[in-house]
């Protein structure tokens, strides 16, 4: 079965990075779009961008455009998302996602990673 | 970028019918495909797909669940509403590279 395990919650402090990862498994890596979508606490949902594990390419919402840098690992099967220069505004849960090539959905979804931004 | 509009609470009563919309700044629809999907989401877990294109039921969802309409207006109805199925409910479009979701419905026990 498709199973999308993210790593654990951060504390980080303000102006520091973070790297957080998202281990697949059940299917084939390297032929899905991986999403990651950030939710900070009581809000809605935020698309951040798409990476497609097989030639690596990626595609960035414009607002995160310098915030967070999408790699994947064909050989773990393992997609992470670094987030950079963290602030306040960082502080959110965020998701990983996996949408099948071609679809416009997300149909496997990651626990999620609590990320806190704090001094 | 496409904003979609939810209303932030829908209050229900169990068995009766749920309908929760969602309303779009400019089209979403392509030709046949309208690029309107639905999620499901229970607090402190991941959101889980229901409905994609906007009719599609996703694999393993109850067909209580439904999805209907096109262009800027779409809706979501859940008949009859279990207990089950409270929750906050949240549309996504994808006809613009820049993928958007509303703002959640949380689904309310009458």
């Known amino acids: 079965q498709v199973q999308l395990q993210q790593s654990g919650a951060e504390l980080v402090k303000p102006g520091s990075s973070v790297k957080i990862s998202c281990k697949a498994s059940?299917?084939?890596?390297?032929?899905?779009?991986m999403h990651w979508i950030k939710q900070q606490p009581g809000n809605g949902l935020e698309w951040i961008g798409w990476?497609?594990?097989?030639?690596?390419?990626?595609k960035y919402n414009q607002k995160f455009n310098g915030k967070a840098t999408l790699t994947a690992d064909k050989s773990s099967s393992t997609a992470y998302m670094q987030l950079s220069s963290l602030t306040s505004e960082d502080s959110a849960v965020y998701f990983c996602a996996r949408s099948p090539t071609m679809a416009d959905y997300f149909d496997y979804w990651g626990q999620g990673v609590m990320v806190t931004v704090s001094s | 970028d496409i904003v979609l509009t939810q209303s932030p609470a829908l209050a229900v009563s169990l068995g009766q019918r749920a309908t929760i919309s969602c309303r779009a700044s400019q089209s979403v629809s392509i030709s046949r495909y309208n690029l309107m999907h639905w999620y499901q989401q229970k607090p402190g877990q991941q959101p889980k797909l229901l409905i994609y294109?906007?009719?599609n039921l996703a694999s393993g969802i109850p067909a209580r669940f439904s999805g209907s309409g096109s262009g800027t207006d779409f809706t979501l109805t859940i008949n009859p509403v279990q207990a089950d199925d409270i929750a906050t409910y949240y549309c996504q479009q994808s006809r613009e590279s820049t993928w958007t979701f509303g703002g959640g419905t949380k689904l309310e026990l009458k």
């Open positions: 990476i497609y594990p097989g030639n690596g390419n990626t």
């Open positions: 294109r906007a009719s």
């Open positions: 059940g299917y084939t890596f390297t032929s899905y779009d």
